[in-house]
């Protein structure tokens, strides 16, 4: 018999995880999400049970896939007290899909343990069609024997999986990845608005970056949209900014200068303080573009 998996977590990425599974016959128990109305759409939609109560969850679910916004609701749902995913969890096998720090994962991993349960993480690098393709690139951490026992539901949400260490190593990796993104979105937008404010075509200016060292993944994602000012979400400008803070927090413990980091934490503060968080990252050109928000 197939294990049971129950979601916590049923944002736009959580819901089409959810029915990735679903449609590769993994069998979805339980969903439960503070959003209650989405939530309860959503097992409606894929023949599980909408849950209030995390305990709930983890009383029907052999596999319990979280996937919350931050460090303070990764803690929430494994609470040492009050309703919490860690009730009468013993054998349970929690996987980890937030962007959180890597001593949040760490600090999970303790209290999972402490009630006989298991855990991973399961750091994404990729967005919403991927994850409804199953095609994530998944970075995973932890017990390497956890991994192995989930392997086969993994390798249905990734088309790249990766194992890389003890418990927080793949939230590090994650960091670096998003810092990285993050700064090439930065300097994007930059160079486009130098471009417009110059007065160049930058359909050609596009053009010209992806021919030269001035290309980049996020180029080819972020470009047109910056150009356009289509901030439709893919990944969030409060994510960014929430993800620019955890490098930066690491540099910091490690007594190291990264002024590019530095920056561009401030300027997706800066976006995420006018307003603008809940639209895509590509929105941080509102700042650099002139006539927009600067």
């Known amino acids: 018999m197939s294990a049971k998996i129950g979601f916590v977590g049923v944002g736009r990425m959580g819901a089409n995880m959810a029915r990735r599974l679903r449609d590769q016959g993994h069998t979805i128990s339980a969903v439960c999400d503070t959003a209650s109305g989405l939530a309860a759409e959503l097992s409606s939609e894929l023949g599980a049970t909408h849950f209030e109560r995390l305990e709930e969850v983890t009383a029907t679910a052999d596999i319990v896939i979280t996937v919350v916004t931050d460090d303070q609701a990764q803690l929430d749902v494994f609470s040492t007290e009050g309703?919490?995913?860690l009730r009468e969890a013993t054998d349970t096998i929690f996987i980890n899909c937030a962007t959180v720090s890597p001593a949040t994962h760490g600090e999970i991993e303790k209290r999972v343990h402490s009630v006989g349960a298991r855990s991973l993480e399961a750091c994404m690098a990729s967005s919403i069609p991927q994850a409804?393709?199953?095609s994530l690139?998944?970075?995973c951490a932890g017990a390497k024997d956890v991994f192995d026992d989930v392997r086969s539901v993994l390798e249905d949400l990734s088309s790249d999986l990766r194992y890389i260490g003890p418990a927080g190593t793949a939230a590090q990796v994650k960091a670096l990845v998003n810092m990285v993104m993050n700064i090439n979105t930065v300097a994007l937008a930059e160079g486009l608005g130098l471009g417009q404010a110059l007065g160049l075509d930058l359909d050609v200016l596009r053009e010209v970056f992806s021919q030269t060292g001035a290309n980049s993944q996020v180029l080819k994602t972020d470009g047109e949209d910056m150009q356009n000012r289509d901030h439709e979400c893919y990944f969030s400008a409060a994510h960014a900014a929430k993800d620019s803070a955890i490098a930066w927090v690491l540099g910091c413990e490690q007594?190291?200068?990264?002024p590019l980091s530095s920056a561009t934490k401030l300027q997706f503060e800066r976006l995420c303080a006018l307003g603008l968080g809940n639209q895509d990252k590509s929105a941080?050109?509102?700042?650099?573009f002139r006539g927009r928000h600067a």
């Open 255 to 258: 007594d190291l200068h990264l």
């Open 83 to 85: 309703d919490s995913l």
């Open 132 to 134: 409804r393709q199953g």
């Open 284 to 288: 941080v050109a509102e700042l650099t």
């Open 137 to 139: 690139y998944l970075m």
